[in-house]
């Protein structure tokens, strides 16, 4: 396995002093007032076209999905059109401090997981885009979902700024917070259910915090055995996965025949190879479960047409489920701005990064390249279809309660960043006023402007017939 360091080369050995004034020194050359900056480029691509060089990569009849859900509202549009924002970033200042990103840093991405040790966490959910680059990029792509969502929700332009203001500072806070922590204290920092309560939950109103305590106990529900549950029944003796078409759809009614087999022996082969990328102690525990059926499956909305599989395994007997994802992993978003990094696979650079950002990741999180797709070789990430996820409901929340989430969004984001980059120099960039803050903003609006437009240019490509939309 290749070993990235996304920190720039020499910050992790210098004296705090030195990572310091590296840091208050960029302010020069960048001041923190000029990430407010945004303004679209003469040579800005079609937003169109860069969402259909996307999908012409993708699974063909599952891409009228993927624009059926993004033409929804903005803010579903802002979920799929990473890859836009990716080249729009690449013309905004940058401090030159890099770390790794999530490169999809929107608010929805912030969720509730389960720990190895079956703990409730607070984390970061989703990598697919992951790279080490400017850490601007991922405060700015979070400041931004926090406007649209607001919008969405008809918040005033006063309260939109207080909710951005509020995470951009709590990100802010928490960096130097982590900047004056010594290496361990950092790597082993995790934000439990308990904790959140404490530090964020209390100080919303008595419905927020009803939603709270709801969204933890649903999560409680959402594991192998409510997937296994909800996702198969028995066929002739035996469990299989239930069709749901066009959103799960099993090998058996994709194909038939000897294509179905020899897509079945890629995917066998596919679960059985990435266990050699597991520690050997979940190696083990994976090897005493078998494969008995798998299917199709449609994820996200960026995601829609990405070639996404369900595997059921079983163990012990019938009754004892391990439902894995295998998802194919392509070239990240932000490759082209910022480097392709130092991966052999892209399934590699995806585990990789969730690794790095992660307090704490799936057991069964692995990564295998895998030939016989489409006479291709296409790389796969793998992990368990549900282990206790609980996601926020935006459209649902007031003013006061948005906040609140904001801030624990910044929070968790900078606790990331500080794990992958120069936490120091980040720290110092920021320094103790809200200049920074009040920059983001203002972006943010800026962008939530223009991802407006960029919304109704595919609403208007779907009504010219341009592309084609399913609802799903």
Same mark, same amino acid.
């Given at each position: 396995?290749?070993?990235?360091?996304?920190?720039?080369?020499?910050?992790?050995?210098?004296?705090?002093?030195?990572?310091?004034?590296r840091?208050?020194?960029?302010?020069?050359?960048?001041?923190?007032?000029s990430?407010?900056?945004?303004?679209?480029?003469?040579?800005?691509?079609?937003?169109?076209?860069?969402?259909?060089? =996307?999908?012409?990569?993708?699974?063909?009849?599952?891409?009228?999905?993927?624009?059926?859900?993004?033409?929804?509202?903005?803010?579903?549009?802002?979920?799929?059109?990473?890859?836009?924002?990716?080249?729009?970033?690449?013309?905004?200042?940058?401090?030159?401090?890099?770390?790794?990103?999530?490169?999809?840093?929107?608010?929805?991405?912030?969720? $509730?997981?389960?720990?190895p !040790?079956?703990?409730?966490?607070?984390?970061?959910?989703?990598?697919?885009?992951?790279?080490?680059?400017?850490?601007?990029?991922?405060?700015?792509?979070?400041?931004?979902?926090?406007?649209?969502?607001?919008?969405?929700?008809?918040?005033?332009?006063r309260?939109?700024?207080?909710?951005?203001?509020s995470?951009?500072?709590?990100?802010?806070? +928490?960096?130097? &917070?982590?900047?004056?922590?010594?290496?361990?204290p950092?790597?082993?920092?995790?934000?439990?259910? !308990?904790?959140?309560?404490?530090?964020?939950?209390?100080?919303?109103?008595?419905?927020?915090?009803?939603?709270?305590?709801?969204?933890?106990?649903?999560? &409680?529900?959402?594991?192998?055995? =409510?997937?296994?549950?909800? $996702?198969? &029944?028995?066929?002739?003796?035996?469990?299989?996965?239930?069709?749901?078409?066009?959103?799960?759809?099993?090998?058996?009614?994709?194909?038939?025949?000897?294509e179905?087999?020899? $897509?079945?022996?890629?995917?066998?082969?596919?679960?059985?190879?990435y266990?050699?990328?597991?520690?050997?102690?979940?190696?083990?525990?994976?090897? =005493?479960?078998?494969?008995?059926?798998?299917?199709?499956?449609?994820?996200?909305?960026?995601?829609?047409?990405?070639?996404? +599989?369900?595997?059921?395994?079983?163990?012990?007997?019938?009754?004892?489920? $391990?439902?894995?994802?295998?998802?194919?992993?392509?070239?990240?978003?932000?490759?082209?701005?910022?480097?392709?990094?130092?991966y052999?696979?892209?399934?590699?650079?995806?585990?990789?990064?969730?690794?790095?950002?992660?307090?704490?990741s799936?057991?069964?999180?692995? +990564?295998?390249?895998?030939?016989?797709?489409?006479?291709?070789?296409?790389d796969?990430?793998?992990?368990?279809?549900?282990? +206790?996820?609980?996601?926020?409901?935006? !459209?649902?929340?007031?003013?006061?309660?948005?906040?609140?989430?904001?801030?624990?969004?910044?929070?968790?984001?900078a606790?990331?960043?500080?794990?992958?980059?120069?936490?120091?120099?980040?720290?110092?960039?920021?320094?103790?006023?809200?200049?920074?803050d009040?920059?983001?903003?203002?972006?943010?609006?800026?962008?939530?402007? =223009?991802?407006?437009?960029? &919304?109704?240019?595919?609403?208007?490509?779907?009504?010219?017939?341009?592309?084609?939309a399913?609802?799903?």
């Amino acid at each position: 396995m290749t070993v990235n360091h996304p920190a720039d080369g020499g910050s992790r050995h210098r004296t705090p002093q030195e990572r310091a004034a590296r840091g208050k020194a960029a302010r020069s050359s960048v001041p923190r007032s000029s990430q407010a900056e945004f303004a679209p480029s003469e040579k800005r691509p079609d937003p169109v076209d860069i969402i259909e060089a =996307q999908s012409a990569t993708r699974v063909p009849e599952l891409v009228p999905i993927r624009y059926g859900r993004m033409t929804e509202s903005p803010f579903r549009f802002y979920r799929g059109a990473a890859a836009i924002m990716a080249g729009d970033l690449a013309d905004t200042p940058r401090s030159g401090i890099r770390t790794q990103l999530c490169g999809d840093a929107h608010l929805l991405n912030f969720r $509730l997981l389960a720990s190895p !040790e079956r703990r409730m966490m607070f984390d970061i959910n989703d990598f697919d885009e992951t790279l080490p680059g400017p850490w601007e990029w991922d405060v700015k792509r979070l400041s931004t979902s926090f406007v649209i969502a607001g919008r969405a929700n008809g918040f005033s332009t006063r309260e939109r700024a207080d909710v951005v203001q509020s995470t951009v500072r709590s990100y802010r806070a +928490w960096m130097r &917070h982590f900047a004056g922590m010594a290496n361990l204290p950092v790597w082993y920092a995790q934000f439990e259910k !308990e904790w959140v309560e404490e530090q964020f939950v209390q100080e919303v109103g008595a419905r927020a915090r009803d939603r709270w305590s709801r969204s933890v106990a649903k999560a &409680h529900t959402r594991d192998s055995i =409510q997937a296994f549950d909800k $996702l198969t &029944h028995i066929v002739d003796g035996k469990r299989r996965i239930a069709p749901d078409p066009p959103l799960i759809t099993p090998l058996h009614e994709l194909l038939q025949g000897v294509e179905r087999g020899a $897509l079945e022996k890629v995917i066998r082969r596919l679960i059985d190879r990435y266990g050699r990328t597991l520690q050997s102690d979940r190696r083990f525990l994976l090897e =005493q479960y078998r494969v008995v059926d798998m299917a199709r499956k449609v994820v996200g909305v960026g995601s829609v047409g990405t070639r996404c +599989w369900i595997v059921l395994l079983l163990g012990r007997d019938d009754m004892d489920p $391990l439902l894995l994802q295998a998802k194919e992993a392509d070239k990240s978003v932000l490759e082209p701005f910022a480097g392709s990094g130092d991966y052999r696979t892209q399934g590699e650079r995806v585990v990789s990064g969730q690794r790095l950002m992660q307090a704490t990741s799936d057991i069964f999180l692995g +990564w295998e390249r895998a030939d016989g797709f489409d006479g291709r070789r296409r790389d796969f990430y793998v992990r368990q279809l549900r282990d +206790w996820k609980g996601i926020a409901e935006p !459209e649902s929340m007031v003013p006061t309660g948005m906040r609140a989430f904001g801030e624990l969004c910044g929070a968790t984001l900078a606790r990331a960043h500080a794990r992958s980059g120069d936490r120091i120099a980040i720290a110092a960039y920021l320094g103790g006023g809200d200049v920074f803050d009040r920059a983001l903003v203002t972006f943010a609006e800026r962008y939530a402007d =223009q991802n407006e437009k960029d &919304h109704q240019a595919l609403v208007d490509a779907v009504r010219t017939g341009r592309v084609t939309a399913e609802a799903a």
